[in-house]
């Protein structure tokens, strides 16, 4: 495993292109289809090809997953290469009321409240669809395997129950390395954007374990939620910083150069402006992998300009 990054350094993020199509300017967001398009992995070359596979019999992620490897191995001591598959839970019944009621309604009224006539979206569950979306990653990851993917080293998951539930849908039973028993580690930092939504406030530790009592639960993680405030909601900026502060950490303590993280719409927004990737919204279940190069660099995390959490605002009717 990496050593922690030190006080007076820090990792500074940018995406490496040509690799996978969400990457390039080129690809529609909306129109992308990450099951069809393997992943979105380029069909392509690589100059570590002649020696890894001169027959050429390997297949493009063997041959991809060399690629990485070597750069890891040939990089310069503070360098360091990583691919995160960064997956987004399935509908949950939040993203039907807001459906339902429209965002302006949703994001001024609803959402402020546990639920309607047809049930309650505090820590929102997966509908029958999400569960049905989580199972569809779940077939795309075993398609892929037969091609010889390169599997997860380590397995993050938000502690909202939307993503513990797509999480285990997505990966359980696949019969791949820490999959059998499924063990995430859930991180309190990896969740959607904190504060007045019920849908977005976190159940107790005590009902996670219960629920989920196979998964990991990091140090230091709190019974209650200490974040969710009910009267006020986080910024776009000031969750682009929790996003910067989580990835200091776990390129600081994990090792390993293929990564799963199971999360949020908001939060997979964040990880992409944190690691400079260009904007590319996912569909609910749907999966997107990027390829980042960290490097260390002297001195303390720069400032960032974050703007206050709000309230929220005022309905119009």
């Known amino acids: 495993m990496a050593e922690s990054t030190p006080a007076e350094s820090h990792w500074r993020f940018s995406i490496v292109p040509g690799y996978f199509l969400q ?3 080129t690809t529609d967001a909306g129109s992308f289809d990450y099951v069809a398009a393997n992943f979105g992995l380029i069909p392509r070359a690589y100059d570590s090809d002649p020696k890894f596979d001169p027959d050429g019999k390997k297949t493009q992620w063997e041959r991809f997953e060399y690629q990485v490897r070597k750069l890891n191995r040939e990089a310069e001591p503070d360098t360091t290469y990583k691919v995160l598959f960064l997956g987004r839970h399935g509908q949950g019944y939040h993203n039907v009321a807001e459906a339902k009621y429209g965002t302006e309604l949703w994001d001024c ?27 569809t990653a779940h077939n795309a990851w075993k398609t892929q ?12 998951v938000s502690p909202l129950n939307r993503c513990l539930a797509t999480a285990y849908h997505t990966f359980s039973g696949l019969g791949i390395p820490l999959t059998d028993p499924f063990r995430p580690l859930i991180k309190e930092l990896l969740r ?33 939620d200490p974040l969710y405030d009910a009267r006020l909601r986080e910024s776009d900026s000031a969750r682009d910083k929790r996003f910067r502060d989580l990835f200091q950490d776990i390129f600081g303590h994990d090792g390993n150069t293929f990564l799963s993280l199971t999360a949020h719409s908001g939060a997979i927004t964040s990880m992409l402006v ?4 260009r904007p590319f919204a996912l569909e609910t279940g749907g999966v997107i992998p990027i390829f980042v190069k960290a490097e260390k660099v002297a001195g303390a995390l720069p400032p960032m300009e974050v703007e206050p959490w709000f309230p929220p605002p005022a309905c119009k009717n």
């Not at 959402?111 to 999400?130: F, K, P, Y």
């Not at 395997?145 to 993050?156: M, R």
């Not at 944190?274 to 990737?277: D, E, I, K, R």
């Open 274 to 277: 944190v690691t400079g990737h």
């Open 23 to 25: 990457s390039e300017p």
């Open 192 to 224: 959607e954007t904190i504060g007045q939504h019920t849908c977005d406030g976190r159940s107790s530790k005590s009902a996670i374990e219960a629920e989920y009592p196979l998964y990991r639960i990091e140090p230091g993680f709190a019974e209650t």
């Open 145 to 156: 395997l037969a091609d010889k993917i390169p599997t997860p080293e380590t397995y993050y």
């Open 109 to 135: 009224y609803w959402s402020l409240l546990d639920g309607d006539e047809n049930g309650t979206w505090v820590d929102a569950r997966l509908t029958d669809l999400g569960i049905a979306q989580a199972k």
